[in-house]
């Protein structure tokens, strides 16, 4: 999610150089790509499987994919236990009732609606009515392909020189997020953009401090759909102001004009709200981090690149990851679109260790292909 700004930044950074965040090292090797595995073709879908069609993809099932992310999944034991792919990945107008109010008022911020008013809650997701909000690859008059092959660009410093742009740009659906630079940059990271994942916070923040290596606009297009994450109270405000196409009313984002940063088009189409209990469950089951005992416990939740990734796990086939951190993350800067090389730093309010130790695992178990080099 990239750096908190200001006095709390050095606060933070202090922090994790006391407790040993910084640098934290990984030492075993990372295997190869995985091969084909037999028995494939003999995927039979689980009733666990069948959910998701409904509430995260859409309308189809996968029998056409050569590897599909779930099969891998039912044949892990560990990561069987932690998936479970009915779960609702987005929050919309439908979804909302007193129940669920009453079950996300017990948790703060991104994992639910404690402090936060009932009233800006509602009028947010009251717009969230159309019925492409609760699906994320929305039939916008184009078939869903049988096998949804994704890929989600992070902004590790390993894409730089990479010459990934056509891989990339070859897959159904590209996410990418935070200060997702493209131009200068193509045949690096490609020019697809189907999503474009971040907090209010992290996109006025990438913008502010990616502004001079090129990170001027948030992707926009036609087919783009943003994904919003709600960290906070400004991003139901903004995320409504967006819908309705006027100014924000109220808050640290109070007269911006969602247009600039989205583009004309303001429709509930356009903007997806991940659902608090999801992040909440990403949470609990793939990223429970030691820094959630610590003083600065509150201050934890898993990363922008992380959330965008999990997301596609739970909503694609197939699913490649690059940009993200692997264990030799130490021989590249800490994004692709630096000048000179700069180190990744480790805050705490991310854990990246974990996340790296996640994303190896999903790699080797053949849920998920990192890109590394
Ligand atoms: C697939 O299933 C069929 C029976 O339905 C069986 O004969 C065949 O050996 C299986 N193939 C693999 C690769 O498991
Ligand atoms: C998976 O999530 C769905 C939707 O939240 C829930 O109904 C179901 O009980 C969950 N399954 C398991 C095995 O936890
Ligand atoms: C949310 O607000 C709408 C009006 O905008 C109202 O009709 C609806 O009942 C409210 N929902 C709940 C759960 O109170
Ligand atoms: C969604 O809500 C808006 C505002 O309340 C209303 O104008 C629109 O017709 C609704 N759309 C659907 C598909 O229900
Ligand atoms: C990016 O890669 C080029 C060579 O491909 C290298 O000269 C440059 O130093 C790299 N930039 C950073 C910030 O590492």
């Not at 997702?180 to 913008?207: P, Q, R, W």
């Not at 429970?288 to 201050?299: E, H, P, R, V, Y």
């Amino acid at each position: 999610m990239g750096p908190p700004r200001g006095p709390l930044c050095w606060l933070l950074l202090l922090t994790a150089a006391c407790s040993g965040i910084l640098l934290a090292l990984y030492s075993s090797a990372v295997g190869p790509y995985p091969g084909p595995r037999s028995g494939a073709r003999n995927a039979t879908w689980s009733g666990t499987f069948f959910g998701r069609e409904v509430s995260n993809a859409g309308t189809r099932k996968s029998p056409h994919c050569r590897h599909p992310l779930s099969l891998a999944i039912q044949k892990h034991p560990h990561f069987r236990a932690l998936f479970n792919l009915s779960t609702p990945v987005l929050l919309s107008g439908g979804l909302f009732a007193q129940e669920l109010w009453d079950s996300l008022s017990q948790y703060k911020a991104p994992y639910g609606w404690q402090g936060l008013s009932f009233q800006a809650i509602n009028s947010t997701l009251s717009l969230l009515n159309d019925s492409e909000s609760s699906k994320l690859f929305a039939a916008s008059g184009k078939p869903l392909p049988n096998c949804v092959r994704c890929a989600v660009v992070g902004n590790g410093g390993i894409l730089n020189g990479s010459r990934q742009g056509l891989n990339i740009d070859a897959h159904d659906y590209v996410f990418r997020l935070n200060g997702a630079v493209i131009k200068g940059f193509e045949k690096d990271v490609g020019t697809k953009t189907s999503f474009y994942g971040f907090t209010v916070n992290t996109m006025k923040n990438s913008l502010i401090s990616y502004r001079n290596l090129g990170f001027t606009s948030v992707p926009q297009g036609q087919d783009l759909r943003y994904i919003f994450i709600p960290s906070d109270i400004r991003d139901y405000v903004m995320l409504r102001s967006a819908i309705l196409g006027v100014p924000v009313p109220e808050g640290p984002d109070k007269g911006d004009r969602p247009q600039t940063y989205f583009g004309p088009e303001a429709s509930a189409g356009k903007f997806k709200l991940l659902h608090p209990h999801f992040i909440g469950y990403l949470r609990e089951r793939f990223l429970k981090s030691k820094l959630m005992n610590t003083n600065f416990g509150d201050l934890y939740m898993p990363s922008t690149g992380a959330l965008m990734l999990l997301t596609a796990l739970h909503t694609c086939d197939q699913v490649s990851a690059y940009g993200f951190i692997t264990s030799n993350y130490w021989k590249f800067s800490d994004h692709y679109f630096e000048r000179i090389k700069k180190p990744l730093i480790f805050y705490v309010n991310h854990d990246l260790s974990l996340e790296a130790t996640l994303w190896k695992d999903l790699h080797k178990a053949g849920i998920l292909r990192l890109y590394q080099r």
